[in-house]
């Protein structure tokens, strides 16, 4: 599972469905992505018998609840959290924190609360999230108040897009 979020500027949105079938049918939407909004990849499927990709995907309905839907795979805007680095440190990608969150260890326990202007590191690559939190960035490293920490064990921090979609509590240059 990776983090990603929709790049679709001009008000164009991609609806979210039900399940791989309803995708396929255009039927029974659960939802909608909006420019920028971020969302978790859970995996890629082939329709049998085409070349049509669909993504199972977690996102925040709009009853905020965080759930599982389907939408078209095909190049329609999805981007990953690691194509869009705020930066690049020694090959690594670093993101900025934008509002105060914590980061954790591999057991949930809490490390550190980060702010606004701090930063975390992650291994090149696809932007792995947290197995039971979903919504958690899988790191290895962080600064924090101009300090740079690499505590040589498996990170984690909270971006809350569970809890706001649209503002991520971490996020790259997007």
């Known amino acids: 599972m990776n983090l990603c979020f929709m790049r679709r500027p001009g008000g164009i949105t991609a609806p979210v469905f039900g399940s791989m079938a309803d995708c396929i049918n255009y039927k029974n939407q659960i ?62 990608p670093r993101y900025k924190v934008m509002l105060t969150t914590n980061i954790y260890n591999g057991s949930k326990g809490k490390v550190a609360t980060l702010n606004p202007g701090d930063y975390v590191y992650t291994r090149p690559g696809n932007a792995p999230v947290g197995a039971t939190e979903e919504d958690w960035l899988k790191c290895f490293a962080y600064k924090k108040d101009g300090v740079y920490k690499e505590p040589g064990i498996t990170l984690f921090v909270d971006t809350q897009i569970k809890h706001g979609s649209t503002k991520p509590h971490v996020r790259g240059n997007w």
């Open 31 to 92: 939802g909608t992505l909006y420019h920028l909004e971020c969302f978790v990849l859970v995996s890629v499927q082939v329709e049998s018998g085409t070349e049509r990709r669909y993504a199972k995907i977690k996102f925040r309905n709009p009853q905020g609840s965080w759930v599982a839907g389907w939408i078209e795979f095909n190049g329609g805007g999805v981007n990953y959290w690691d194509d869009n680095a705020q930066a690049y440190v020694n090959g690594n």
